[in-house]
C-alpha cells in the first residue's frame, strides 16, 4: 500500500481574516515609523538618544553582561543561524512532501531578507556613535536586520508548528522561546549601542508584517490530493 504524504491543514477563514489584521496592522505601523525616521521627527529622535544613552552606560558599566549579550546576538540570534533554522525547515518540509509550502516558507525568509536591506540602502540612517563603544556594526541602521530576521524566522517556525498540529505543550514552548528571541535580540542590539530604539521596533514590525502575509496567502491556497487520489489528511 502507498503511504500517504503528510500535509498541514488547511486554515479555517478565521484565522486567515486575523492573519490579515496582524499584517495590515504591522505594516502600517512599520510604514508610519518609517516615515517619522525619514521625516527625522525631533520627539521620536529624543526619545531614540534618551534610551540610547541610558543603555550605553550600563554596558559600559558591566563588561560581563556586554560579553553575554555579544554571545547572544552574534551567536544566538544571529541572522545566519536564524536563516539556517529556516533553511532545516524547509527542506523537511520538503522532505515530507509539502513542497508547496517549503517554497513559500523559503520566499518570505528570501523577501524579508531582501526588503530589509533595500529600506536600509533608501533610509541611509547612521547608527549611534560613541566615544567608549562596546561594540560595532556596518552598513545603516534603519530596520535592524537582526530584529527583523529573528521575527520573521521565529514567526515562520510557530506558525509551522500550528499548522501541523503540534499538541499546546510543545507550542506554547516554541511560541515562549520565539517571543524571547526576537524582544531579546532588538533589546541587545539597542544595549551594545549598534542601533536605534526605532531600528528594532520597526525591524519587529516588518517581521511580524511578513509573517501574517505568508500565513494569509496560504490560507487561500485549495485542499490538494495525494497522487493516490486520498486527500492528504494531517494529524488534528
Same mark, same amino acid.
Given at each position: ?168 505543550? #510543545?507550542? &506554547? +514552548?516554541? !511560541?515562549? $522561546? *520565539?517571543? =524571547? ?7 541587545? @542590539? %539597542? ?9 528594532? #521596533?520597526? &525591524? +519587529?514590525? !516588518?517581521? $511580524? *508584517?511578513? =509573517? ?7 490560507? @487561500? %491556497? ?15
Amino acid at each position: 500500500m502507498r503511504s500517504l504524504r503528510v500535509s498541514p491543514p488547511q486554515p479555517l477563514p478565521r484565522p486567515r481574516t486575523a492573519a490579515l489584521w496582524t499584517a495590515s496592522v504591522a505594516a502600517a505601523a512599520a510604514l508610519a515609523l518609517l516615515a517619522l525616521v525619514a521625516a527625522r521627527w525631533p520627539p521620536l529622535l529624543s526619545l531614540d538618544r534618551m534610551v540610547a544613552e541610558a543603555l550605553h552606560r550600563d554596558a559600559v558599566a558591566d563588561p560581563g553582561l556586554v560579553r553575554v549579550s555579544r554571545v547572544l546576538t552574534d551567536w544566538v540570534w544571529d541572522p545566519w543561524t536564524m536563516r539556517l533554522l529556516i533553511a532545516v525547515a524547509v527542506v523537511a518540509l520538503w522532505w515530507r512532501g509539502a513542497r508547496p509550502l517549503a517554497l513559500r516558507v523559503a520566499a518570505t525568509s528570501l523577501l524579508a531578507s531582501l526588503l530589509q536591506q533595500g529600506l536600509k540602502t533608501v533610509v541611509g540612517r547612521e547608527r549611534p556613535q560613541w566615544p567608549d563603544p562596546v561594540d560595532t556594526a556596518d552598513y545603516s541602521a534603519f530596520p535592524s536586520g537582526h530584529a527583523m530576521t529573528a521575527a520573521v524566522s521565529c514567526g515562520l517556525l510557530v506558525w509551522l508548528l500550528r499548522l501541523y498540529g503540534t499538541g499546546p505543550g #510543545v507550542w &506554547g +514552548a516554541a !511560541l515562549a $522561546v *520565539a517571543v =524571547v528571541s526576537a524582544v531579546g535580540v532588538a533589546v541587545t @542590539r %539597542v544595549y551594545l549601542g549598534v542601533h536605534w530604539l526605532s531600528d528594532v #521596533v520597526g &525591524g +519587529a514590525l !516588518l517581521g $511580524v *508584517a511578513a =509573517v501574517a502575509l505568508c500565513a494569509a496567502g496560504y490560507a @487561500r %491556497v485549495p485542499a490538494r490530493r495525494d497522487p493516490a487520489g486520498a486527500a492528504r489528511t494531517p494529524r488534528p
